[in-house]
Structures are given as C-alpha cells and as structure tokens.
C-alpha cells in the first residue's frame, strides 16, 4: 500500500490562476479529509468527504474554494483566483471508516 | 469552540532527560485526543491516542478531564524523538471525525 497520495508536491500559481490540488487515499479508504497549514500555525480543518459526497465543509472558505471525490479518480481540491494569501502547506488525509486518518506528503502552494 | 492549546513552541532537552510536551484542550462534550508526530522530511503520522492507552515508542500521555489536559511524557528522550509534535481533538459535530490541531511543539533532543 502506497500510502495516501498528493499532487503536485510543490504548486506555483500567479494571483488571479486557478490551483488543482489532487489526493489518491490509500487503497480500500473512503473518507478524505483536507487540512491547510498556514506558516507557524497547526494544521486547520477545510472539509471531509466521502465518495461522491461533502459531509463536512465547515473548514471551507466560503468564495473560490471547492473539492470534490468522484467515483472514480482522485479527489480534488480547488482555489480558484488565488491570492497571496492561499500560500500554505495543503494536506489530505484518508480513513477506512472515520477511525485513524493516515496523512499525505502535503502540497505547498506558492501564490506570486 | 473546539481549541488546542500547545503551549511551547520549541522545547529542547539532553539525550537521556525526560521530556514532556504540555496539550490543553477546549471542547464542551467529550473529545478523542490525539498526539501526532512529523519527523524529519517525512509525512505526519499518528504517535498516539488517548483510547488506546499504548506506550509507543516510550511515549505516553495520560487524558486529565479535570485539567482538560493530555500532556505527551517520556522518562528517557532519545536523539530521534526530535521531530514536531501535534496534539490533536477529533468529536466533529454530524460525525464528521475531523481534527483540531494545535501549533505544534518542535522538539530537540540534543546529544
């Protein structure tokens, strides 16, 4: 088992762009979650997911943020018009049943 | 509102003392706590949980609902426990088991 998955590792994106953050769970994993990490701050809750469907997106900025896991394929973290301020460490984490979250590598969005 | 407090930013001690990594909580109900660690160039990964009651790796944190603390201990630091540890919550209202995490304490082990 490979371990939960993320890509890119490193993501540079002109304010204005749009940024794709993509995270494959580890095998037989339902449930993704995705975590921002601000410079010199913990990790902070975004959304939870389960295949096909948003359970939990209290963690979610309210304008140009969204995620989705399809059926099929990856899940998918998107900003849209990014700004100086998206900079920051994005981590997935997926479970088999709610239980232990087992961690991604993260991916480090630089908005310039 | 669901907090985590970590108190120290930094701690450093000397291979051999014991060390101890201060988590105070906040959360009405009654919450699953966690300790996760970050070594060195790797991804974060789960040290311990309060429910499991395991040592692992010679850590041991003991759940105080009274002081609402889970305080993260080890009688004999060792030079690869330096990494950043994390104390975490999970009791997510709709049961949804997302974390709260505190900033992190790096911890130094020094020869």
């Known amino acids: 088992n490979a371990g939960v998955m993320q890509n890119p590792r490193h993501l540079v994106r002109r304010r204005g762009q749009e940024a794709r953050l993509r995270c494959s769970p580890m095998k037989g994993h339902s449930h993704v979650y995705w975590y921002r990490q601000l410079p010199e701050e913990g990790l902070k809750f975004m959304v939870y997911?389960?295949?096909?469907?948003?359970?939990?997106e209290s963690g979610m900025p309210k304008e140009r943020f969204s995620a989705e896991f399809p059926k099929e394929g990856p899940s998918i973290l998107r900003i849209q018009q990014v700004v100086r301020g998206d900079s920051a460490a994005y981590f997935c984490?997926?479970?088999?049943?709610?239980?232990?979250?087992?961690f991604g590598p993260g991916t480090r969005l630089t908005v310039t | 509102a669901q907090r985590v407090t970590q108190p120290e930013k930094l701690l450093s001690v000397f291979k051999g003392a014991p060390v101890e990594l201060k988590c105070n909580y906040s959360?009405?109900?009654?919450?699953?706590l966690f300790w996760y660690v970050q070594y060195s160039r790797q991804r974060l990964q789960l040290l311990l949980r309060?429910?499991s009651r395991e040592s692992i790796k010679g850590f041991t944190a003991d759940l105080n609902k009274g002081e609402t603390s889970f305080h993260l201990k080890k009688p004999f630091a060792q030079e690869e426990d330096s990494a950043m540890y994390y104390c975490?919550?999970?009791?997510?209202?709709?049961?949804?088991?997302?974390?709260?995490f505190g900033k992190g304490t790096k911890l130094t082990v020094n020869p």
């Open positions: 309060h429910i």
């Open positions: 997911l389960q295949k096909e469907n948003i359970i939990d």
């Open positions: 959360y009405s109900g009654s919450p699953e």
């Open positions: 975490a919550l999970s009791g997510g209202q709709g049961g949804s088991e997302k974390l709260v």
């Open positions: 984490a997926s479970s088999r049943d709610s239980y232990e979250q087992y």
